[in-house]
């Protein structure tokens, strides 16, 4: 069963801007610290940023001043602003999550599908 969604990925210039969203399936209950992940070809997956149930976050040097990540707790979805994309940013862009299922048990460390964000002229 898919318990994270990916949405939001595709193609555009360097300096462009994409939108990530993540959707937690509806036997989910609440989502708790949500992160994004990425992957590009040949390289380890590496945490892109971090947002805790509080609000609290945290971002790869790599990102931060360029990348927002943010979360509708009512809705179970985390976003990811991402702006002044580099064609470094070229990955496979997961979420990843602690969540809750509709009969209390804990899902620690799940993941979603991935979606393809690439940067180039």
């Known amino acids: 069963q898919v318990l994270l969604v990916e949405s939001g990925g595709g193609s555009v210039q360097p300096g462009g801007s994409l939108r990530l969203s993540c959707a937690a399936s509806?036997?989910?209950?609440?989502?708790?610290?949500m992160s994004w992940y990425r992957q590009a070809p040949g390289n380890e997956r590496e945490l892109v940023a971090q947002?805790?149930?509080?609000?609290?976050?945290n971002y790869a040097a790599s990102v931060k001043g360029r990348f927002t990540i943010s979360r509708d707790n009512a809705k179970k979805m985390v976003y990811l602003q991402m702006n002044s994309l580099k064609p470094e940013d070229t990955a496979v862009y997961y979420c990843?999550?602690?969540?809750?299922?509709?009969?209390?048990?804990?899902?620690?460390?799940?993941w979603g599908q991935g979606t393809q964000v690439t940067v180039s002229s």
């Open positions: 947002i805790t149930s509080g609000g609290s976050t």
């Open positions: 509806r036997s989910i209950f609440s989502i708790n610290t």
């Open positions: 990843n999550g602690d969540l809750v299922t509709a009969w209390g048990n804990s899902l620690l460390d799940s």
